[in-house]
């Protein structure tokens, strides 16, 4: 059986559910919207607001409220670890690497880990949002986390500004 993909069944991923595992002691079970932080735009060279659930107790994977205004994008930028958006309103369009893929409210964006991508609002008026799930608390529990931004540019630009990283 596949874990995901086109060898994803759902019977047998349901079969080999165990009943062994204990319930977890984990606190806060609920982080609500207003206690949400806001990562300090500065520092990360992306024209979106990030606004992390910090306090919730993830272990392996991060959880973040993503708004990119009207008419902008998020940054160019690449990391070892997965993301995927949950597109909640708005819609645009996504460049990862050489591809280019239209979305919309309720869709699910998937960037693959170090590609090159950056997330496009194609609304004039309204922003887009999306609730973006990382595992980069794993990768870092594991020593091995890494994140490049080249800044609002292309993937080209971004290429021969890390060309050195190029498969």
């Known amino acids: ?3 995901s993909g086109a060898g994803f069944d759902m019977a047998d991923f349901l079969g080999a559910l165990s009943d062994t595992v204990r ?7 609920v982080v609500h919207a ?8 500065a520092g990360i060279r992306n024209p979106t607001t990030l606004a992390i ?3 919730l107790p993830t272990v392996t994977f991060e959880l973040f409220r993503q ?24 819609h645009g369009h996504s460049e990862v690497e050489d591809d280019t893929e239209a979305w919309a409210a309720g869709d699910f964006i998937y960037t693959p880990p170090w590609t090159w ?15 973006t799930i990382e595992n980069s608390r794993l990768l ?11 800044g ?4 080209a630009e971004a290429r021969t500004q890390f060309p050195e990283d190029q498969p």
């Open 152 to 155: 609002v540019c292309t993937v």
């Open 34 to 41: 207003a206690e949400l932080e806001a990562l300090p735009a």
């Open 53 to 55: 659930a910090g306090r």
């Open 140 to 150: 870092q529990s594991l020593g091995i986390a890494r994140r490049q931004s080249a």
């Open 117 to 131: 991508h950056r997330h496009y609002n194609d609304s004039a008026g309204e922003p887009a949002e999306f609730l």
């Open 1 to 3: 059986m596949g874990l």
């Open 23 to 29: 319930p977890g002691r984990a606190r806060p079970v």
């Open 67 to 90: 708004t990119i205004p009207a008419g902008q994008s998020s940054d160019m930028q690449r990391h070892y670890h997965e993301t995927v958006h949950y597109v909640i309103s708005g």
